[in-house]
Every structure is written in C-alpha cells, then in structure tokens.
C-alpha cells in the first residue's frame, strides 16, 4: 500500500478560524478539521504518568472522536509517557524508576479504552525522551529492551518509535527498527539531527511505514512571538520545505505509508505549513491513497 497523510499536531486552536474552522468556537472541532485534514496527532494522553496513578482515556472523549471522523480518517496517537519514561519526572537530582516503564500491561489497557476509534488508528507512537547514561546505560541495552517490548504487544497494530539522541540514529538503529517490525518516526526540530540529512542517508533501510514530525527548535521563543495566535508564518522555513517534500515523494516511490505531522511551532500555523508542503509535492488536497 501506498498513502500519504498530511495533518497536523493536535487540533483545538481557536485561531485557525476561517483556516480551518468556520468559526473560533466550533460545536465540533474534530469534525470540520476532517473535511480538510485526512489525519490528526493526537497527544492528549501522552502525558498520563502522576505519582500514584496513570491516566487514561474516558470513554465520552474516544466516542466523541469516533463519531467525529469518516472511515477513512486516521489518527497517530502518542501512546502514554506511563510506558515510556525510565525514571518519574523530578526537579531534583534523585531518580525513582517508573515502575511502569514498557510494560505491556499499561499499552493493552490503554489500547483497549480506544476501542471506538481502533479502525481509524494508523500508528501508535512510542515517544522517548532523551536518556542520558543514567536512565539508560547505552543503545545496545535499550534496543534489548525495547525488543523484547514489542514482541510482547498485540499483533496487526502498527506500532512507531521516536528518540532524542541523535547520535543512536544511524544505519543499526533503523535495522533494528525493521527487525521489530517497527516504524521510524522522525522529528525535525528539538535539536536532532536534520531529518532530510537522515531520510536520504537511510531510504533503504526504512520499512513500509514512516511518521515525520516537524517541530522547531525554538518553542518558547515562538510562543512569545505569535502569544498563541496560530494562523501566520513566523519563522518561515522556505529552504527546509521543499528538501523535505523531496524525501517524501522518494519515500512515496518506494511503496509506503508516509504519515507527516506539522506542528504549529514549525513554522508559526500548521495549516499555513501544510499548504506549502502541498504545493511542493503538487498536490490538491492533504492526503494520497493509492
């Protein structure tokens, strides 16, 4: 199968109106994002890991998103940090093990209460942070683990991987992904290594499925220029852009899924992105199937 979905990084911003929206306060924010978007990040249940407890999703919200999409709609969904943080968040220099990092029993559950929308999740994203020595000796350990991880989850699910150490990226960290039967998901921004420098080094080695996420480097300091008002470019990336539309397309001529999740920190408005994104690629509407 080939496809390519184009969508953005979560949805509910007031200023996309006459963007996206018909108004700053739609009923239905989900619903008219579909008419012009075929695919959604969703990481409203990725920060789930509290002291005591882990959150998860509530039944009204994953039927109102399931009533809220056409069949052919997709969502890449964050899968709880409840899995995939070594250590508890702590402002001091004393670490305590989540004792529920990679443990299958919290994806099922949470895999389980998304149960309404299961025929329209194209991915669930794995998302790491950066580990340094202390929440992970080395690579070798991690892919050990992450292995064994993945061999345990149901099977027919299609399950995405993203880190932030750059240095892990290389020619044994995509084999490894293929070997598990897992998908890369790439992230430009947060000062990892240019996306289009490692899509072209490792085109060979990438499976049927791809996710790539452009963020930017610089959060706050784009926070401070649009003061949340996301509906123009701030920080155009126009010798960025059409690079990355030419890694896509090649990714594309190679039989694949290529699912591309534009953050409004990327460029200042996601939508405004995708646009651009669009005419490179030459294409009329944000989606291919074929």
């Known amino acids: 199968m080939t496809a390519l979905y184009i969508g953005t990084c979560s949805f509910k911003y007031p200023s996309w109106e006459q963007l996206v929206y018909s108004s700053r306060t739609p009923d239905d924010y989900l619903a008219e994002y579909a008419r012009m978007y075929a695919s959604v990040e969703i990481d409203q249940w990725f920060w789930s890991l509290g002291k005591d407890s882990i959150g998860f999703p509530r039944p009204f919200d994953v039927h109102s998103y399931a009533a809220s999409v056409p069949p052919h709609f997709r969502f890449t969904i964050k899968c709880p940090n409840a899995i995939t ?45 950066y580990l340094n020595r202390t929440k992970m000796p080395d690579r070798k350990q991690f892919l050990q683990q992450l292995a064994q991880f993945f061999s345990r989850l149901p099977e027919g699910l299609v399950y995405g991987l993203e880190i932030r ?13 293929s070997a598990m ?26 499976g049927p499925m791809v996710c790539i996420r452009l963020h930017g480097d610089d959060r706050s300091g784009i926070e401070e220029v649009t003061k949340g008002e996301w509906d123009r470019i701030v ?8 690079a990355v539309a030419a890694s896509v397309t090649r990714l594309l001529q190679g039989n694949r899924v290529v699912y591309v999740n534009v953050n409004n920190h990327y460029e200042g408005s996601a939508p405004r992105t995708i646009s651009k994104l669009m005419k490179y690629l030459n294409l009329e509407k944000p989606y291919l199937i074929f």
Do not use: C
Not at 86 to 97: C, D, F, P, R, V
Not at 102 to 107: C, G, K, P, W
Not at 186 to 206: A, F, H, K, P
């Open 235 to 242: 920080s155009p990336k126009d010798m960025e852009l059409p």
């Open 181 to 206: 039967r897992v998908a890369p998901v790439l992230i430009q921004g947060y000062w990892m290594d240019d996306i289009v420098t490692i899509l072209e080094r490792n085109m060979d080695r990438i």
């Open 165 to 177: 150490n750059p240095r892990w990226i290389d020619e044994t960290w995509f084999e490894s992904l």
């Open 85 to 129: 943080l070594t250590h508890h968040y702590s402002k001091s220099n004393q670490l305590e093990a989540n004792r529920s990092f990679l443990d299958t029993q919290v994806f099922e559950t949470f895999h389980r209460a998304l149960e309404p929308i299961h025929p329209n999740i194209g991915m669930y994203i794995f998302q790491f942070e």
